[in-house]
């Protein structure tokens, strides 16, 4: 009798943890748009030169912060940059890659300090913010 009701406990849980495991990825596809999606920002140039790599991933964040991330990411319309980007260099300043991952598409740009908009400007500031938490 304990060997069957164990059995049907272990049933019973895994049917339960299953079903949250499913609600849960329909929460986040539901919260950021997108099942996955990874943020990577490559800073390289600068006076000292010395290169700098950081991402995030939705994967391993909270829903509200994976909603954040992909209202950054639509507001400095990542995805609409040219591949490869801007490239108006000037000495001693620094240049990002960024590269942007969503459901096994990936799309990567350059851009210049000096070629930065507020909103791409945000979307650093937030990556280097989250990924030093």
Known sequence: ??????????????????????ESEQHRSATSGYRTMRVV???????????FTTSVDTGSMSPSDAAELQALVDSAHV???????????????????????????????????????????ALLDWVRSRASE
């Open 1 to 22: 009798m304990i060997q069957k009701s164990a059995l049907a406990f272990t049933i019973l849980f895994l049917n339960l943890q299953s079903i949250c495991s499913a």
């Open 41 to 51: 920002v490559e800073q390289s140039g600068g006076f000292t030169g010395i290169p």
């Open 79 to 121: 995805a609409e940059f040219p591949k490869g980007g801007t490239k108006n260099v000037y000495p001693d300043q620094l240049e990002y890659t960024i590269t942007l991952e969503r459901d096994g598409e990936r799309h990567e740009v350059n851009v210049s300090e000096s070629d930065l908009s507020d909103p791409l400007r």
